[in-house]
């Protein structure tokens, strides 16, 4: 049994992930990602810290280039929320 002293209880403290584990973590997520995306149109995550966003991010990227379309993530500072963007339409230039 531990006993925690009263009050507050101190952050956990997050280990960095090894390049290893991020790697992992992006082949690992972008499956369910992918298929969240095209059964739903979205996928939303919890992402508090900048690793996270980061780790998301790229699995977005990676969702992109596995789907063939443009994937965009929006971060708010809790959750990340991967999307399809938009398609351009044949034609139009920027």
């Given amino acids: 049994m531990t006993i925690h002293?009263?009050?507050p209880r101190p952050?956990?403290?997050r280990t960095p992930l090894s390049a290893?584990?991020?790697a992992r973590g992006e082949a690992n997520f972008?499956?369910?990602v992918a298929e969240t995306l095209v059964a739903e149109g979205r996928f939303r995550v919890t992402a508090e810290t900048p690793e996270t966003v980061e780790?998301?991010?790229?699995v977005a990227r990676r969702v992109g280039d596995m789907l063939q379309r443009p994937v965009v993530s929006y971060a708010n500072g809790r959750d990340i929320v991967i999307t399809?963007?938009?398609e351009e339409?044949?034609?139009l230039t920027h």
């Fill in 89 to 91: 339409s044949p034609g």
């Fill in 11 to 13: 952050a956990p403290r």
């Fill in 30 to 32: 972008s499956p369910l």
């Fill in 20 to 22: 290893d584990e991020r």
């Fill in 5 to 7: 002293p009263p009050g």
């Fill in 84 to 86: 399809f963007g938009r």
């Fill in 55 to 58: 780790l998301f991010q790229a």
